[in-house]
Nanobody
Framework: QVQLVESGGGLVQAGGSLRLSCAAS????????MGWYRQAPGKQRELVAT???????NYADSVKGRFTISRDNAKNTVYLQMSSLKPEDTAVYYC???????????WGQGTQVAVSS
């Protein structure tokens, strides 16, 4: 079993910055993909960014150049540094752990990010 603990959400003004953190514990496996997804009211959950154990990243077009995903493999922790925040970034952000070799997928409880104009 895996537990994901998120932190760092909050309320910021447009143009501001936030850093989200997600620490994974349990049977996380040595090779996995960690990422962030978000869901705004009335919209589907969408991919924000992912990062592999080896450091390969993938970003949604809407956040490229503004968000940076990183991870600390020793701590099994993934981060999302968000800058130049826009009101449309307002959503609940969910941490995800994908273990392809085991066919396992895990989600955090979500953390609220609100960007005011």
């Amino acid at each position: 079993q895996v537990q994901l603990v998120e932190s760092g959400g909050g309320l910021v003004q447009a143009g501001g910055s936030l850093r989200l953190s997600c620490a994974a514990s349990g049977s996380t496996f040595s090779i996995n993909i960690m990422g962030w997804y978000r869901q705004a009211p009335g919209k589907q959950r969408e991919l924000v960014a992912t990062i592999t154990t080896g450091g390969t990243t993938n970003y949604a077009d809407s956040v490229k150049g503004r968000f940076t995903i990183s991870r600390d493999n020793a701590k099994n922790t993934v981060y999302l540094q968000m800058s130049s925040l826009k009101p449309e970034d307002t959503a609940v952000y969910y941490c995800n752990l994908d273990v392809r070799l085991a066919g396992m997928n895990y989600w955090g409880q979500g953390t609220q990010v609100a960007v005011s104009s």
